[in-house]
C-alpha cells in the first residue's frame, strides 16, 4: 500500500506513526525518475538511523523560519487590505501620515514579498534540501542567526516606509541597513544550505533540488547587483525592472515550482510525468526569464529594440510553462480523486495551476497591443496576486500543511481550519483576480479612447474594486486562521514538548 | 550527477542571469550614458529637490506615472500629457519615478496644464473638494492645522510639481540612444 493510497491518511495530513519519524528519502521520484517507495512503514530499522538525526536537524530551523513567516503575513494582509480599502473610501484613515495609501502600500508588498513568501520559502527549502539530499542540515546555527536577521530587516524596513523613508524604487524601497539585513541573512541560509548540499549522501538530484540550488545562486547576486549599482533616470529604470521581474524568476517561482515538483508526486505517490521535459523547462525558464524584465516598460522611454527582446522572451516563456504544466497536471490530473481528499494536495495543485494560468496571462500580457490598454491599469495588479497569491502562496500554504506536522511531531487540531483557510483563500483571490481584471481591461478601454476624460477611467473600477475588497477580506481572514492555527499547534508543541524521536521511533515498533 | 556536470550546472545558471542583465541592462545603460540633458531642461533647484523628496514620501509614483507615450500608443497625446518622453528628459532624475500605475493622470507636464499653485494646494489639501469623483488621498499634514496656509513641506512638494514640464523642443541629437 503506498502512503498517499492510505484511507486514514488523506494525502499526507495525518502522521501515521512511523511517519512520526520523518524520513529522508530521494525525492518523490526516486532515482532517475523510478517511484521510490513512499510508504514509510516499509523503510527498514536502518534507514530509521540515519533518519533521526536528519530531521531533528531540519525541525527548529525551519520552525523559526515559518513563524516569522505567519506573522508577516498577517501584517503583510492587513496592509494590502488597508490599501484596498482606501481605494473605497479615500477619506478613510487619511488624516494620518503613516496610514496613507503611498505608505502602506510599499509596506504591503515587501512584507507580504520579502516576509511572508520568503521566510516560508526559506523554511520549505531547508526541510526540502534535508530530505533530497539524505543528510541532517548543517551550520544550523546560521539558520536561527538568518531567521533573526531577517526579521530584523524586516521589521526595520517595514516601519521605515510607513514612517516615510522609502528609497523610492519600486520592489527596493526599504532603506539600505533594512536591505543589507535581509542580504546577510539570505547569505547565511544560503551557506547553510550549500553545506548540506555538498554533504549530501545521493546521487541523483531531485528536479525540485535544481530550482533550489539555481534559486540559491541567483538571488545574491542579483540582489548585491540591484543595491551596488547607481544608475540614474531610464537606465535605472531598466535595472528597477530587471531587479523587480528577476526577483520572481530567481526566489519566488523557483520556490513554488520546487513545491509543486515535491508535493504532487509525493503525495499522489507517483512520479514526475517526464524526467527530459523536467529538464527542457528548467533550462528554458533560466534562459527566457531572466530577459523578461522590461515588458515593465513597454512604450516607456527606453531603447525600443531592448524592449523587443524582453517582449520576445515573455512569449518564449510558452516552452517552459507548457513542460511544467505538462508535468505537473498529468500527474495530478490522473489522480483527481486524490486532489479532492487530500488538503496538502488541493492547495499544492490549486498553484500549480494558478502557475499555467498567470504566466499563460503574462505572455499574452507583454505583447505591445495588450500592454497598450492594460499596462497602467488594475489588470497588472490581478496579474501579480495570481502570481504571488494564486501560485506562489498556495503552494506554500500547502509545503506548510504538510511540513509542519512532521517538526513538531503532531499533527494540526482542526482539519476543519484548514478546509476553512482553503475555500476563503481559493475563493477570495479568485474574486480578487476576476474583478481586477474586467476592471482594469475596462479602465485601459477607457484611458486609451480619445475624447473619454480621465475621471470615465476612474469611475468605471468602483464596482469591481469593492468586489476585490471583498475578495482581499476572504484572502485575509483566512490567512488568519491559518496563522490562528499556526500559533495553535506551536502553543501546544511548546507546552506539551516535541516528542522525542527515539520515543516515537519505538512506538513504530522500530519499523 | 558527476562533479564536472555539477560544475556546468552552476556556470550556466549565473550566466543565465548575467547575460539577462547584459542584454536588457548592461548593454542599454552603456548606450544611455551618452545621453546629455536637452537645453530645454533643468537641474532641480534644492527647493524642487525637496518637494521630489516628499513625492517619493507620500509614494505619489503608485498612482501617476512620468512618461508620455507616443501617438498611436493609448491616449495620452490627446489628453495632452505631452510630447512622449525620451531617455534625455531624465538625466536628473534618481531615484526615476517612471511609475507602473495610472490610477491618477500622467504627471510628466502637469504645471503645462496646471500652473496655479494655489489650485495644487487645494488639491493636495482635499482633492474631492476641486475634483468630486477623485479617488486621490487628501494629505492634510502637508499644511498648517489652524490656517491650512501650506506647510513648508507642502509649499516644496508643489515647487516640485510646478517643475513638471518636459515640453522644451528636442534636437535629434537628443534622441541618438535609440539604435543599439
Ligand atoms: C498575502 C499574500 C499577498 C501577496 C503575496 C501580495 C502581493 C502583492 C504584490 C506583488 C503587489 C504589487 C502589484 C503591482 O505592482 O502590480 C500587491 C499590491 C497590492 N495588494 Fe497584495 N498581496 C497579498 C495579499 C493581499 C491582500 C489580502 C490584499 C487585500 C485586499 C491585497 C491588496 C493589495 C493592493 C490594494 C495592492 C496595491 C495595488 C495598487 O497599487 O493599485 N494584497 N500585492
Redesign the interface.
Known amino acids: 500500500m503506498t502512503f498517499g493510497e492510505d484511507s486514514r491518511d488523506p494525502g499526507g495530513l495525518r502522521l501515521n506513526p512511523a511517519e512520526l519519524v520523518p524520513g529522508l528519502d530521494t525525492g518523490p521520484g526516486g532515482p532517475a525518475g523510478r517511484p521510490s517507495a513512499p510508504d514509510n512503514r516499509s523503510v527498514p530499522s536502518h534507514e530509521m538511523d540515519i533518519r533521526i538525526p536528519a530531521d531533528v536537524s531540519a525541525a527548529l530551523p525551519s520552525a523559526a523560519y515559518f513563524t516569522g513567516a505567519v506573522f508577516w503575513l498577517v501584517i503583510g494582509s492587513l496592509l494590502g487590505f488597508l490599501s484596498s480599502l482606501?481605494?473605497n473610501s479615500?477619506?478613510l484613515l487619511?488624516?494620518t501620515?503613516m496610514l496613507?495609501?503611498?505608505?502602506v502600500?510599499?509596506a504591503h508588498l515587501n512584507a507580504v514579498v520579502y516576509g511572508w513568501v520568503s521566510l516560508a520559502g526559506a523554511g520549505m527549502t531547508v526541510w526540502m534540501v534535508g530530505r533530497l539530499c539524505r543528510t541532517p542540515v548543517r551550520w544550523t546555527a546560521l539558520l536561527f542567526l538568518s531567521a533573526l536577521l531577517w526579521n530584523a530587516g524586516l521589521a526595520a524596513g517595514t516601519w521605515w516606509l510607513i514612517d516615510?523613508?522609502?528609497?523610492?524604487?519600486?520592489w527596493l524601497e526599504y532603506p539600505r541597513p533594512a536591505a543589507v539585513l535581509i542580504a546577510a541573512a539570505y547569505v547565511l541560509f544560503a551557506l547553510s544550505m550549500f553545506r548540506t548540499f555538498s554533504a549530501r549522501a545521493v546521487?541523483?538530484?531531485y528536479v525540485s533540488l535544481?530550482y533550489i540550488?539555481?534559486s540559491l545562486?541567483?538571488f545574491p547576486?542579483?540582489y548585491l547587483?540591484a543595491n551596488t549599482f547607481?544608475?540614474?533616470?531610464?537606465?535605472?529604470?531598466?535595472?528597477?525592472w530587471?531587479y523587480a521581474h528577476?526577483l520572481l524568476t530567481?526566489w519566488v517561482s523557483p520556490l513554488g515550482l520546487a513545491g509543486a515538483y515535491y508535493f504532487i508526486p509525493k503525495i499522489i505517490g507517483r512520479p514526475v510525468y517526464s524526467y527530459s521535459l523536467g529538464v527542457l523547462g528548467f533550462?528554458t525558464f533560466?534562459?527566457f526569464?531572466?530577459?523578461n524584465?522590461?515588458h515593465?516598460?513597454v512604450?516607456?522611454?527606453?531603447?525600443?529594440?531592448?524592449v523587443s527582446?524582453?517582449i520576445a522572451a515573455s512569449l518564449l516563456m510558452f516552452i517552459p510553462v507548457i513542460a511544467v504544466a505538462v508535468n505537473h497536471h498529468m500527474t495530478a490530473f490522473r489522480h483527481l480523486g486524490m486532489v479532492k481528499r487530500s488538503p496538502v494536495l488541493r492547495f499544492v495543485v490549486f498553484g500549480a495551476v494558478s502557475y499555467t494560468l498567470v504566466s499563460v496571462q503574462g505572455s499574452l500580457e507583454a505583447t505591445?497591443a495588450v500592454q497598450?490598454i492594460v499596462?497602467?491599469?488594475?489588470y497588472?495588479v490581478g496579474h501579480a496576486h495570481l502570481g504571488v497569491y494564486a501560485f506562489a502562496s498556495m503552494v506554500l500554504f500547502g509545503a506548510m500543511y504538510y511540513i509542519v506536522p512532521r517538526l513538531l511531531m503532531r499533527e494540526w487540531p482542526s482539519p476543519w481550519l484548514i478546509e476553512f483557510h482553503f475555500w476563503t483563500a481559493a475563493v477570495g483571490v479568485m474574486l480578487f483576480v476576476v474583478s481586477l481584471t474586467f476592471g482594469g481591461w475596462l479602465q485601459g478601454m477607457a484611458?486609451?479612447?480619445?475624447?473619454?476624460p480621465?475621471?470615465d477611467?476612474?469611475?468605471v473600477t468602483v464596482p469591481y474594486l469593492w468586489v476585490r475588497s471583498g475578495g482581499g477580506a476572504l484572502m485575509t481572514l483566512g490567512n488568519l486562521v491559518f496563522a490562528l492555527h499556526f500559533t495553535w499547534i506551536l502553543i501546544t508543541s511548546a507546552r506539551e514538548g516535541i516528542r522525542p524521536v527515539p520515543e516515537i521511533h519505538a512506538a513504530a515498533g522500530g519499523r | 550527477?558527476s562533479f564536472v556536470r555539477l560544475v556546468l550546472?552552476?556556470l550556466?545558471?549565473?550566466a543565465?542571469?548575467?547575460?539577462?542583465?547584459w542584454?536588457?541592462?548592461g548593454?542599454?545603460?552603456s548606450?544611455?550614458?551618452k545621453?546629455a540633458a536637452p537645453s530645454g531642461l533643468k537641474p532641480y533647484t534644492q527647493e524642487q529637490a525637496a518637494g521630489r523628496e516628499t513625492y517619493?514620501?507620500?509614494?505619489?509614483?503608485?498612482?501617476h506615472?512620468q512618461?508620455p507615450?507616443?501617438e498611436g500608443?493609448?491616449?495620452d497625446q490627446?489628453?495632452f500629457w505631452g510630447r512622449?518622453?525620451?531617455?534625455a528628459?531624465?538625466?536628473?532624475?534618481?531615484?526615476?519615478?517612471?511609475?507602473?500605475?495610472?490610477?491618477g493622470?500622467d504627471l510628466f507636464n502637469v504645471s503645462v496644464r496646471r500652473p496655479d499653485s494655489v489650485w495644487h494646494y487645494e488639491h493636495l489639501h482635499d482633492?474631492?473638494h476641486l475634483?468630486p469623483?477623485?479617488?486621490?488621498?487628501?494629505?492634510?499634514?502637508l499644511f498648517d492645522e489652524g490656517t491650512s496656509a501650506p506647510a513648508p513641506e507642502g509649499r516644496v512638494l508643489v515647487a516640485y510639481l510646478l517643475s513638471l514640464d518636459h515640453t522644451y523642443p528636442i534636437t535629434p541629437h537628443d534622441t541618438v540612444?535609440?539604435?543599439?
Request: charged share 15%.
Open positions: 482606501k481605494f479615500p477619506d487619511s488624516a501620515p496613507t495609501f503611498g505608505r502600500r510599499p516615510g523613508q522609502s528609497r523610492g524604487l519600486e546521487k541523483h538530484i535544481w540550488l539555481a545562486t541567483w547576486v542579483l547587483v547607481s544608475y540614474s533616470g531610464v537606465a535605472q529604470a531598466a535595472m528597477n530587471w528577476n530567481v533550462w533560466a534562459l526569464y531572466n530577459w524584465g522590461l515593465h516598460l512604450g516607456g522611454p527606453l531603447p525600443t529594440w531592448a527582446l524582453s505591445r497598450e499596462h497602467f491599469t488594475h497588472t484611458m486609451a479612447e480619445e475624447g473619454v480621465f475621471l477611467s476612474v469611475a | 550527477m550546472f552552476f550556466g545558471v549565473l543565465a542571469l548575467l547575460l539577462g542583465w542584454a536588457i541592462v548593454l542599454p545603460e548606450m544611455l550614458a545621453v517619493i514620501r507620500e509614494g505619489c509614483v503608485y498612482c506615472s512618461q507615450r507616443p500608443f493609448g491616449a490627446s489628453r512622449p518622453s525620451i531617455a528628459d531624465y538625466v536628473y532624475d534618481t531615484p526615476h519615478l517612471l511609475g507602473t500605475m495610472r490610477s493622470p482633492p474631492r475634483v469623483g477623485s479617488i486621490m488621498p487628501r494629505f492634510p499634514w540612444e535609440s539604435s543599439p
